[in-house]
Structures are given as C-alpha cells and as structure tokens.
C-alpha cells in the first residue's frame, strides 16, 4: 500500500466541559459547526487534568469540581475550510485558547481496480 503525503492544518480549542452553546456543551457545538460547514475531520477529548491562565486546576481530582474538566476540539483540514469556523469561535468562546499548525500527512491511495 503506497502513502501519499498531504500538506493540511490542524485548529486545536482547550476549553472546560462546562461552556455551553444554547442547550448542548460548547465543545459538541463546535464539532457541529466544523461538520456543517465541511471540515475534514474533527475529535474531542478530555482532558484528565490540567491549568490554564489562571491557574486553576480543572480534570479528575478530589480537588476539582466534576464541572471544571479541561477538553480539547482538534480539526483537520486546509486552511481554507478551518477559516470557515473562525467566525463561530470568535463568537462563542470566552475564554479558550486556540491553537493552530502545519501539518504534513499521509494517506493511503485508494486502491486500483
């Protein structure tokens, strides 16, 4: 199987489990708006741990409240179809942090018939 090298971005959003968008967490309605307006590929994880700016802890502690878990959106696409979203982040996050970055990546070739 032959790999084809790609170039392409990936659009990262940290933000804590408690945003919400209308009725439904902020990190599911950015996964939305990047399907609806045809970005390539997007994921959400959470996070176990973690600070930010003000240094608070968030995650899966004794410490820290069950609402306060840090997430990650990472997006893939070209910088085209990521400029697509900026318009909803901008909108809608408060106070995030937004990562963005080249990438060189590999497909497999459909294969021949």
């Given at each position: 199987m032959a790999l084809q090298a790609k170039t392409a971005e990936r659009l990262r959003v940290y933000l804590k489990n408690s945003s919400y968008h209308n009725d439904i967490p902020l990190y599911e309605a950015i996964l939305f708006e990047a399907r609806r307006v045809g970005i390539a590929g997007g994921t959400v994880t959470k996070g176990v741990l973690g600070f930010g700016s003000e240094k608070w802890?968030?995650?899966?502690?004794?410490?820290?409240?069950?609402?306060n878990v840090p997430m990650k959106v990472k997006l893939?696409?070209?910088?085209?179809?990521?400029?697509?979203?900026?318009?909803?982040?901008?909108?809608?996050?408060?106070?995030?942090?937004?990562t963005?970055?080249?990438?060189?990546?590999?497909?497999?070739?459909?294969?021949?018939?």
């Open positions: 802890l968030r995650g899966y502690s004794a410490l820290v409240p069950a609402n893939i696409d070209s910088p085209e179809k990521l400029n697509l979203i900026l318009p909803f982040l901008e909108k809608n996050l408060k106070k995030s942090l937004i963005r970055e080249t990438l060189n990546i590999l497909l497999p070739e459909p294969p021949k018939e």
